[in-house]
């Protein structure tokens, strides 16, 4: 069982930046990361195929938000730049074997989350 361990989360006024990690027991070719605001589903934000071979992007955070992976680490990074109080949701670390995208549901293992929040 693939264990995954977010951490970095916390309060930011808009504008600032957080950088999330997240910790894998062992690596998966594609990891991601996913946001679930209140009263809402969860989306995708960013994943990452092959330590960078191929990388997706919601359009709500282009050009904002970056992920990144230290393969040697089994560790998945997320740079979020430039944030506003829409991107307050918590931020789950997820993680599948085979194609990789945004769409929660074709992830098999999930991290507990972390909150980020964002005020104006």
């Known amino acids: 069982q693939v264990q995954l361990v977010e951490s970095g989360g916390g309060s930011v006024q808009a504008g600032g930046s957080l950088r999330l990690s997240c910790a894998a027991s062992?690596?998966?070719?594609?990891m991601g990361w996913f946001r679930q605001a209140p009263g809402k589903g969860r989306e995708g934000v960013a994943a990452?195929?092959?330590?960078?071979?191929?990388?997706y992007y919601a359009d709500s955070v282009k050009g904002r938000f970056t992920i990144s992976q230290d393969n040697a680490k089994n560790t998945l990074y997320l740079r979020m730049n430039s944030l506003k109080p829409e991107d307050t949701a918590i931020y789950f670390c997820?993680?599948?074997?085979?194609?990789?995208?945004?769409?929660?549901?074709?992830?098999?293992?999930w991290g507990q989350g972390t909150q980020v929040t964002v005020s104006s």
């Open positions: 997820a993680a599948r074997r085979g194609d990789c995208g945004l769409n929660p549901a074709n992830y098999n293992y």
């Open positions: 062992e690596y998966i070719g594609c």
């Open positions: 990452m195929y092959g330590g960078g071979f191929s990388t």
